[in-house]
């Protein structure tokens, strides 16, 4: 790795999934690259690599919901996360409920908020998604810091 790939490791991400509902189908993509963005509006921004799986169909939906994990939450982490795509619309098992603008919200999620997307910019292999948050809910826990060595 080169001293400016190392450089840019630094920058600390919390680890999320986003989710939404889409013609009864629910998804769920891990995702690192999430941050607020502004205050007013409220809106946070997601960076999501243009070939993901499920990338069209989040942009179909247009409402989403990004779930903040907790240190307790790595093999949720690592189900949505595979790159395989394989359960990218795979819930079984885990406990969820819907918010109120229709997304699936993992029942312990240490908070999650629902996001209307206003814009998308490309960013070379990703594209990032603005949303406008909603809502939300603040549950129990502090959000897990993303740490390679967890994923590998
Ligand atoms: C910890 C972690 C963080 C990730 N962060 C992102 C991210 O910020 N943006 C993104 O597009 N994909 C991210 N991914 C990869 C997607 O979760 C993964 O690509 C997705 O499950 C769909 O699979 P696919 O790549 O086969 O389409 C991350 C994966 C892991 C394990």
């Not at 989710?19 to 629910?26: R, W, Y």
């Not at 942009?59 to 359960?87: K, P, S």
């Not at 990218?88 to 999650?112: W, Y």
Request: glycine share 10%; net charge negative; with cysteine.
């Amino acid at each position: 790795m080169d001293e400016t790939e190392k450089a840019i490791k630094k920058i600390k991400n919390g680890v999320f999934v986003v989710t939404f509902s889409l013609d009864g189908i629910n998804y769920g993509l891990t995702t690192a690259w999430v941050n607020r963005a502004s205050f007013k509006p409220n809106s946070v921004m997601v960076s999501i690599g243009r070939n993901r799986k499920g990338y069209n169909e989040l942009l179909d939906c247009e409402i989403f919901c990004v779930n903040i994990l907790g240190n307790e939450h790595l093999e949720i982490a690592r189900h949505f996360g595979d790159t395989n795509g394989n359960n990218i619309n795979n819930f079984k098992d885990l406990e969820f409920k819907f918010m109120e603008n229709g997304s699936p919200v993992l029942k312990n999620c240490v908070a999650a908020f629902e996001c209307k997307l206003v814009k998308k910019i490309d960013a070379g292999d990703h594209v990032v998604l603005f949303g406008e948050v909603l809502n939300g809910i603040d549950q129990e826990g502090e959000g897990m810091i993303f740490n390679r060595e967890d994923f590998s």
